[in-house]
């Protein structure tokens, strides 16, 4: 199985991803998170990605499809796939075609997540994750059980993202309306589309995507 969770910054794509990755057995790609390791190690794609980031703007597009396809032929033909924050445009939807027809992939699923902007801000500002195993948390909404100790690995350091400030938020919102939004209507064309209230809690958005895929 392949699927795309589609939505805005702070939708739940992230958290949703890691979810759905253990009740399935399936690997999630987030763009995101490669891009950060990336700018982390100092690579070229990293030093590259970096200010764009930093100004909540999209990466390039050839950038973004050239990592998706090194990783899943890592990955290998078994697992499933969750795209996280992949494809945001036209051109990467066009990409994704060529990379999974390629390597004998079809995708079954895109499901996007509908969320108050509002409530994004709040969700994007109070979120942190654990230096060591990235497992992510929310000043107000996922709390380590015990505080200040991650629940996965016991590390206590955190880290809180630098585009996670309101003005960035903004932006990588208007990217998200002005060019992710609009590619929904080519997976509209092939009935794979299915829309999740993102605003219950983390479980309810579980179940429900759950609902979808079982
Ligand atoms: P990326 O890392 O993908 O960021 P994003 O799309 O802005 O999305 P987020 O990761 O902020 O949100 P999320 O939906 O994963 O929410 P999460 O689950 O963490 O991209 C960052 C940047 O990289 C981009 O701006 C761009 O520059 C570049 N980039 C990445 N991919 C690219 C691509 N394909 N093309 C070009 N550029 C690309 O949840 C947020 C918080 O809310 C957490 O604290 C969580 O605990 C909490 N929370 C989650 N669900 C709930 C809930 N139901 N109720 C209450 N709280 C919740
Ligand atoms: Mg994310």
Redesign the pocket.
Known sequence: MNIILL?P????????AGLLEDKFDMAQL????M?RAAVKAQTEVGKK?KA??DA????SDEI?SGIIGDRLDELGPNKGIIF??????AA?AHSLDEILSKRGRTLNHVIELSVDEDALVD??T??YACTSCNE???DR??KPSKEGVCDICGNSAFKRRP?DNEETVRT?ME?YRGKTAPILPIYEDRNIVSRVD?M???NE?ADALNAILS
């Not at 910054?9 to 949703?16: S, V, Y």
């Not at 987030?30 to 998170?33: A, F, K, V």
């Not at 996280?84 to 445009?89: A, E, I, L, S, V």
């Open positions: 939505g910054p702070g939708a739940g794509k992230g958290t949703q987030s763009t995101g998170d891009l990605a764009v980031m909540g703007e999209l990466v973004v996280d924050g992949y494809p945001r445009t990467q969700r994007i109070g979120r992510g948390y929310h909404h996922k585009d990588r990217e993102g219950g809690d983390i958005v």
